[in-house]
């Protein structure tokens, strides 16, 4: 069985950093196509950042240049770093996994398969 357990979240200041980790059970993660998605209260998931089996990468607009998606495939683990974070990333944290990775770049839900419990993300201005 598929499992993901996001880790990492909570509260910080207009312009700090948090960093989020997706450790997997179940799969090995790095046969799969990888993402960070988001959804603040009243708004629909936005899909941020992907991460293939090759290791290219995705970015939604509003988060390039400040977060990076990585993952370390000896711990099964998937990372979001969050630099430069602004009040309106504030938002509950979802990692996810495609097993097919059809139009896992586009960062759309649909795409992915397993998802996690999530983990909120709170920044203040």
């Known amino acids: 069985q598929v499992q993901l357990v996001e880790s990492g979240g909570g509260s910080v200041q207009g312009g700090g950093s948090l960093r989020l980790a997706c450790t997997a059970s179940?799969?090995?993660?790095?046969?799969?196509?990888l993402g960070w998605f988001r959804q603040a209260p009243g708004k629909e998931r936005e899909g941020v950042a992907g991460?293939?089996?090759?290791?290219?990468?995705r970015y939604s607009d509003s988060v390039k240049g400040r977060f990076t998606i990585s993952k370390d495939n000896a711990k099964n683990t998937l990372y979001l770093q969050m630099n430069s974070l602004k009040p309106e990333d504030t938002a509950k944290y979802y990692c996810?996994?495609?097993?097919?990775?059809?139009?896992?770049?586009?960062?759309?839900?649909?795409?992915?398969?397993?998802w996690g419990q999530g983990t909120q993300v709170t920044v203040s201005s």
């Open positions: 996810a996994a495609s097993r097919g990775c059809s139009g896992w770049y586009r960062l759309l839900s649909r795409s992915f398969d397993y």
């Open positions: 179940g799969y090995t993660l790095s046969s799969y196509c």
């Open positions: 991460i293939n089996s090759l290791g290219d990468t």
